[in-house]
């Protein structure tokens, strides 16, 4: 058992993980604002509301805490486009309070959440770890400028890290009424939930890419093997593990439009969407090779079929609706 201090557990991909060291018998404790995440995701008694650019605040938490899991960050691109310094104060200046505060109290293991956007505009498929960090937003900008700083703290200060590319999270634990609820929603599977309930079409960001219906292809990674991922990398740093960067996806692509088919099989509704002009932006197909997470941290996702990862997230939309109206 380890103590293990976790950043931005109230939100999505947080709070499962916080689930799945809860059940591998982990001594847990949340640090979250609250700023973009709900305490009805953390288990009583987990939860320290603290904002990570607090640096004073973080040191008592950090006590005896063997490993720092780190997801707190805002994760819109779109916001980051327009308030960039928010972007960079929050996501990259965070993570250095972050880093001071283990510094000054010794705590030596940190994972990371980092993104697929690290690549920014590729014409590979599946990409590899090997690839330059290019990114193409303020966002992923935020989040590549950790990944090098964290480089550091392992050269200079002894901090190791294993740094985890996610590619697009979706689809929730079943029974355990948390899932993906960010206000304002950007993801595409609780757009198009939505877009069921409302009857308001959702928008296809372009149909003219070339792939094989026109729309762009993302890879869709379950969250609940995100966490098991998390705690992949726990075990690896524990190990005496190096530091490095995994990319977490399942090296399977799904076009918008296969989605939108497979909620329409997995819900028995029926989508309303309308084409719209592409985004600026928007890689063609972002594809996770995820080689390098499988076989030196022995990662293997559970959920292969988008049909059932739909599934998951349609039972906690129930859920969530549930409690919005109870
Ligand atoms: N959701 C995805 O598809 C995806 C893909 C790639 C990477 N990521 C990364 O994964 C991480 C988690 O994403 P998520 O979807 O769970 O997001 P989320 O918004 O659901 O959760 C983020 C949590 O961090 C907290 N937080 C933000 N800033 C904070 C601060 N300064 N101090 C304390 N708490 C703060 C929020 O209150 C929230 O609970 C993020 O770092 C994100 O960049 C997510």
């Known amino acids: 058992m380890a103590k293990i201090l976790v950043t931005g557990g109230a939100g999505y991909i947080g709070s499962h ?88 109290t010794g705590v030596s293991k940190i994972v990371f959440s980092s993104t697929a ?52 999270a979706c689809g929730a634990e079943p029974g355990l009424g948390i899932g993906e609820e960010h206000d304002p929603e950007t993801h595409l599977i609780p757009l198009i939930f939505r877009a069921i309930e409302s009857g308001k079409p959702i928008t296809v960001f372009g149909n003219d890419y070339p792939t094989l219906d026109g729309t762009c292809i993302r890879d869709y990674v379950h969250v609940s093997d995100l966490a098991t991922a998390h705690l992949a990398a726990l075990n690896w740093l524990s190990s005496g593990g190096a530091t490095g960067a995994y990319n977490c996806g399942t090296g399977h692509g799904h076009s918008v439009l296969e989605v ?37 941290l022995g990662w293997t996702p559970r959920y292969t079929d988008l049909r059932e990862i739909v599934r998951t997230a349609w039972e906690f939309e129930q859920f969530r609706l549930a409690r919005r109206s109870a």
Request: charged letters at 20%; hydrophobic letters at 40%; glycine letters at 6%.
């Open 17 to 104: 993980t916080v689930q799945f060291l809860l059940r591998a018998g982990h001594d847990v404790t949340v640090a979250d604002s609250l700023v973009r995440g709900f305490a009805h995701n953390v288990p009583p008694g987990l939860l320290r509301q603290v904002d990570l650019t607090d640096t004073p605040s973080l040191i008592p938490l950090l006590d005896g805490v063997d490993a720092v899991i780190h997801f707190a960050a805002y994760i819109a691109v779109g916001e980051s486009t327009k308030l960039p310094e928010l972007h960079f104060w929050n996501n990259s200046a965070g993570s250095i309070s972050l880093l001071n505060a283990m510094a000054q």
């Open 117 to 168: 956007a690290v690549y920014g505009t590729v014409d590979v498929s599946p990409l590899p770890e090997t690839l330059p960090m290019a990114p193409e937003n303020p966002y992923g900008e935020s989040k590549a400028t950790v990944e090098r700083i964290l480089d550091w703290m392992d050269r200079c200060r002894g901090i190791r890290s294993v740094r985890l590319r996610y590619f697009n």
């Open 260 to 296: 939108i088919r497979a909620v329409e099989e997995a819900t028995g509704r029926t989508v309303p969407y309308v084409v719209g002009p592409r985004r600026e932006g928007d890689p063609a197909r972002l594809v996770a090779d995820a080689t390098r997470l499988k076989t030196q």
